[in-house]
């Protein structure tokens, strides 16, 4: 079973800069997630998506990233204008309730700092 | 508010120790409390998982315990190993459709051959 690909796997930006992630799930998983994970600390949710509709955003700066999951497949994550504090890793997740229950699936995640 | 707290931060242990780590969770509607581990460069992975009708459940060198009246449970690694060193995060969800984790802040691990 292919994983979580995620691309790419590192970006460096200027702050005030756009930049965006893009996340395709395992084949068959309607639930996929974006998290922020900053280093030393754990994953903070930032968006969740059932098939392409959004269940959860209520941690997404909407005044700067968005996220979106056409056709309730790959989805990509967009950050613009981009701040330091935004440096962090991002990681896209999956899940299937019917096919392995609770387990959530994690790409390799992107790195991203802002300069 | 931090739903999931998870200590310590970080982790020495000698080869062959056991490595204790400890989760403390508020929302007692949660039912799935899974351990993932992380290492440098990868995306976490479930490591063991357990739901709370039952106190202990133990896969090879690793064993969470549950305290459901106390909102804890821990994860025991027995017989440390260096290739065991990485990062450990509990985490928190309630068995519905939303799926919808809460990670602790992490801890990691070094274990010393």
């Known amino acids: 079973e292919a994983g979580v690909a995620q691309s790419p796997r590192y970006k460096i930006i200027e702050k005030r800069q756009s930049v965006a992630f893009w996340c395709n799930p395992i084949?068959?998983?309607?639930?996929l997630y974006w998290y922020q994970q900053i280093l030393g600390q754990g994953p903070k949710l930032l968006i969740q998506?059932?098939?392409?509709?959004?269940?959860?955003d209520s941690q997404l700066p909407k005044d700067r990233f968005s996220a979106e999951r056409l056709k309730g497949v790959d989805s990509t994550l967009k950050i613009q204008p981009a701040k330091l504090e935004d440096s962090a890793v991002y990681l896209c997740a999956s899940s299937s309730l019917v096919i392995r229950g609770h387990e959530q699936f994690f790409g390799p995640g992107t790195r991203l700092t802002v300069l | 508010q931090q739903q999931v707290k998870q200590s310590p931060q970080s982790l020495i242990v000698q080869k062959g120790g056991i490595s204790i780590i400890n989760c403390a969770y508020e929302?007692?509607?949660?039912?799935?409390f899974p351990w993932y581990q992380q290492f440098p460069g990868k995306g976490p992975a479930l490591l063991i998982a357990?739901?709370?009708?039952?106190s202990e459940k133990k896969e090879g060198r690793f064993t969470i315990s549950f305290n459901k009246s106390a909102k804890q449970f821990s994860l025991h690694i027995m017989d440390s190993q260096p290739g065991d060193s990485a990062t450990y995060f509990c985490?928190?969800?309630?068995?519905?459709?939303?799926?919808?984790?809460?990670f602790g802040s992490g801890t990691k691990l070094n274990v010393k051959p």
């Open positions: 929302n007692t509607a949660f039912d799935y």
């Open positions: 084949s068959g998983h309607a639930t």
């Open positions: 998506f059932q098939n392409n509709g959004v269940v959860d």
């Open positions: 357990i739901r709370p009708d039952v």
């Open positions: 985490a928190a969800s309630k068995r519905d459709n939303f799926n919808k984790f809460y």
